[in-house]
């Protein structure tokens, strides 16, 4: 009888590398906690050889194997348009590729492959109809909330018609996706409850969102003076439609307020593909600055006094709420940037859903050298007492033994 270790193959439908996204950072710590242990890690993804020269370090820290499959060149604009007409949700289409599908079909029929883990439910459009090896999804976000928030903060008819028809493709598409695996893993006990009363999928369970607490090391929050301006900062992919519709928030709402009573005050926006219009719309404002992709974080956050998630749509939890704590950065939320992540409001956190209250909070927090301190420290000290990423990747791991466990015998019975 063989002493080998299991073979988990994690199947994720974009490359890891770059982290320049939530869902990539999350899975790779996730990968990162979980290699060296139980499994050995076979990694699926699609990536170039370029990327797979470049990041062939990365690659090696969190997996003992990786397969590529080819990417999809970009689709223009009227073939983009057209998937709407699909009776798939448009980030589903997307996913669904014949390089893609080709390569996980390849995989499952592999007899060394133990369990297969699809990254997203987006990836089961790459599921095949039967596979030996049993199956759980990595679910980051209540994929069809997201689009019913959408749908609720769409400025006209036609939006809203549009976001509406995509919940409900997306509502029958992810019900019918997550029954079919043997386990789900959410991020937050809040998303594990809705896939369990929204879709009967009893075999969800919840993974603490977890952080990089060597990388993302504590630093107290500056002073505010000549050499540090007042700064707020936030960071995430500015080409994500939440993040997008969050910073819009802030710029009209929110800024003009700060620098009414602050006209110092400084604002960063920290993430890749910034859209030109809205990058327009803050050059009418003052003091406002997009970097575009930046290869780390770090530096913008422990240089804010404070670090802003203005988000009024989204799904799963924010990783980079946890990220700005461990670093030491105070936290001022809407209560959909913090949904799903166990902090206490007012004590690691300020949360405030309105443009005005949110202002106040802001004002507050560069004025207070003190309160800055307070709410940094006790940030920092929650993730590092519950939200390790090693932690979170043992937890993942345990849910993965599970499933295996529990097919082996219906595998038994069978032969």
């Known amino acids: 009888m063989s002493s080998r270790r299991p073979r988990l193959a994690f199947v994720s439908p974009v490359f890891l590398f770059p982290n320049d996204a939530g869902g990539k950072i999350r899975s790779t710590n996730i990968l990162r906690g979980l290699k060296g242990g139980s499994f050995e890690i076979v990694l699926l993804s699609p990536a170039t050889g370029e990327q797979q020269d470049r990041w062939q370090a990365e690659l090696k820290g969190v997996c003992d194997e990786f397969i590529a499959w080819q990417p999809t060149p970009p689709r223009p604009q009227w073939a983009r348009a057209l998937q709407l007409l699909s009776e798939l949700p448009v980030n589903v289409v997307a996913d669904r590729t014949a390089a893609g599908l080709a390569a996980v079909r390849a995989l499952a029929a592999r007899q060394d492959i133990d369990l297969i883990v ?44 549009l976001w509406r028809s995509q919940h409900r493709k997306m509502l029958r598409f992810e019900g019918e996706a997550l029954r079919r695996f043997a386990r789900v893993i959410a991020v937050s006990e809040r998303d594990a409850q809705a896939f369990r009363s929204q879709y009967g999928v009893q075999q969800a369970e919840a993974i603490p969102t977890g952080v990089d607490l060597d990388f993302f090391a504590w630093q107290a929050p500056p002073p505010v003076d ?11 992919s500015m080409d994500w439609r939440a993040n997008i519709d969050g910073v819009q928030f802030f710029l009209g709402e929110v800024w003009p307020l700060v ?5 110092e005050a400084r604002f960063v926006v920290v993430g890749k593909n910034p859209p030109a219009a809205l990058q327009a719309a803050a050059r009418l404002s003052k003091n406002v600055e997009f970097t575009g992709f930046v290869d780390d974080v770090r530096p913008y956050a422990h240089a804010a006094h404070a670090f802003v998630i203005p988000l009024l749509v989204g799904g799963g ?8 704590m461990a670093m030491g950065c105070p936290v001022v939320s809407t209560t959909i ?9 007012g004590r690691h956190f300020v949360q405030c859903d309105q443009a005005a209250a949110m202002a106040s909070a802001l004002l507050a927090l560069l004025a207070d050298g003190a309160q800055r301190e307070r709410l940094s420290r006790a940030a920092r000290a929650l993730v590092e007492a519950r939200f390790g990423h090693r932690q979170v ?16 015998p219906r595998a038994t019975a069978a032969a």
């Open 317 to 324: 939890t924010r990783i980079k709420a946890f990220e700005a």
């Open 393 to 408: 990747a043992q937890v993942f791991e345990g849910i993965c033994q599970r499933a295996l466990a529990q097919a082996a």
């Open 118 to 161: 699809f990254d997203f439910v987006h990836a089961a459009v790459l599921q095949p109809a039967s596979a030996r090896a049993p199956a759980v999804c990595f679910t980051h976000n209540v994929e069809a909330e997201i689009f019913a928030r959408h749908a609720q903060q769409a400025p006209n008819a036609l939006r809203r018609w």
């Open 259 to 263: 620098l009414a009573a602050m006209p």
């Open 226 to 236: 000549a050499a540090h301006p007042p700064t707020v900062v936030f960071t995430g």
């Open 337 to 345: 940037g913090m949904e799903g992540l166990e902090a206490e409001p």
